[in-house]
Every structure is written in structure tokens, then in C-alpha cells.
């Protein structure tokens, strides 16, 4: 799977958007890119994925370049539980294929 | 979204004992389940993969002996730690894959004192 870069920590006001970038330059033809986040000592959650098109749903959107080789997730207004470490992660979607996690980025929001 | 539990949630052992964690896909069937290893301000790490009826798949540098892996059935998959040490006290994170997405348990505390 490809690798991802991420800023190691971000803050952002409640009730603005947050944006978290990733970088994927090596991202393969079929590679999808995930996003999860994980909230202190729980167990990740699923954000979001997308293959080249913009997608939303109701936590997010994700924002994937025409080359594909970065994309942005947003949250459209932050608010203190939003407070969480966030991962992007490409890989092939097929059965047998795990997720691995990099290391993240630390986002703050702030009051 | 598909549900995922783990039982118990956090655990206090003495060394040498051994400790089982049981993970459950409570509203689906998992045929694939995974088992990660976090400690503190470090990322996920994968420990293993196991496939409902077969051997687990463990990652370099995991000791299959010491970190026992068991799916006996679709929905159940347990990880049992034994003999464990000071150095094994981490969140153990089980996650199931459904048909399409990865979907993670709550996680599992372990101190080992």
C-alpha cells in the first residue's frame, strides 16, 4: 500500500472548518484513499473514503486532487469532540486487505 | 455501521498469568479480523490476521506463541496473552472486516503489573 504524509498536529477554532491534508504521490491506480480518527483510548472510527471522485457524508468531505497524489478532509464546522487523532490511509479495497496506520495527525479544536 | 465489541474493556494482571480478549462483530459476519497493538502516543501497529477456521497470520516481530489467536467462528475472535509481562501492558484494538469497510472494536486496556 502506498505510503501517506501528514502535518503531526493541527488546531482549529469551534465552529470553523477544519482542513487536514495528506499527501499519497506514490498512490497506485486502484489504492483508495480512508480516512479514520481515533479519540482517546477508543478504537478508530471511519470517516470517509473516496477513489478519485469528492465525496461527503454527514460527518465530512473529502477532497481528492485530479492527480490524486494529495487529498483534504474537512469538517465543516469543528466542534470539541472533534478532538481527535485523524489518519489517512491508501490501500486496494478488496476483502483481505488490512488497514495500516501511519502516524496521524493530532487535531485540536479549540474553544 | 457494523458494530464491533470487545470484552473486557481494560484488564489488570499479574506477570506470568495470561489474559483473554474476546472480540464480537455484533451485526455482521466477519470472515477476516484483525488484531492491533497500541502504546501510548504511538500509532496502530498490526499484530495479526485471522481467518474465521484457519491459522492467524502474525507480523514480523510477533511472537505467535505468546499472543494466541483463536476464530473459531464468524462473529467471535479471541486474542489470548500469555505469560504476560510489564512490557505487554498496551490498548489492544481488535477490527472486523465486513464487506466492505474495517470496523474497529473499543479497544482493550492491559496492565500488567
Known amino acids: ?111 | 455501521g457494523a458494530v464491533v465489541s470487545q470484552h473486557p474493556s481494560w484488564v489488570i494482571c499479574k506477570s506470568g498469568t495470561s489474559v483473554k480478549i474476546e472480540c464480537r462483530s455484533l451485526d455482521f459476519q466477519a470472515t477476516t479480523m484483525f488484531w492491533y497493538r497500541q502504546f501510548p502516543k504511538q500509532s496502530l501497529m498490526l499484530m495479526a490476521t485471522s481467518n474465521e477456521g484457519s491459522k492467524a497470520t502474525y507480523e514480523q516481530g510477533v511472537e505467535k506463541d505468546k499472543f494466541l489467536i483463536n476464530h473459531a467462528s464468524l462473529t467471535l475472535s479471541t486474542l489470548t496473552v500469555t505469560s504476560a509481562h510489564p512490557e505487554d501492558s498496551s490498548f489492544y484494538i481488535c477490527s472486523a472486516r465486513d464487506v466492505g469497510e474495517q470496523y474497529f472494536g473499543p479497544g482493550t486496556r492491559l496492565t500488567v503489573t
Open chain 1, 1 to 111: 500500500d502506498a505510503k501517506t504524509t501528514q502535518p503531526p498536529s493541527m488546531d482549529c477554532a469551534e465552529g470553523r472548518a477544519a482542513n487536514l491534508p495528506c499527501n499519497h504521490s506514490t498512490i497506485s491506480g486502484n489504492e483508495y484513499v480512508y480516512w479514520y480518527r481515533q479519540i482517546h483510548s477508543q478504537g478508530p472510527q471511519y470517516i470517509i473514503h473516496g477513489l478519485k471522485n469528492n465525496e461527503t457524508n454527514e460527518m465530512a468531505s473529502l477532497i481528492i486532487t485530479e492527480d490524486r497524489k494529495s487529498s483534504t478532509l474537512i469538517l465543516p464546522h469543528a466542534t470539541l469532540r472533534d478532538t481527535a487523532v485523524y489518519y489517512c490511509i491508501v490501500r486496494v479495497n478488496n476483502a483481505g486487505n488490512m488497514l495500516t496506520f501511519g502516524g496521524g495527525t493530532r487535531l485540536m479544536v479549540k474553544p
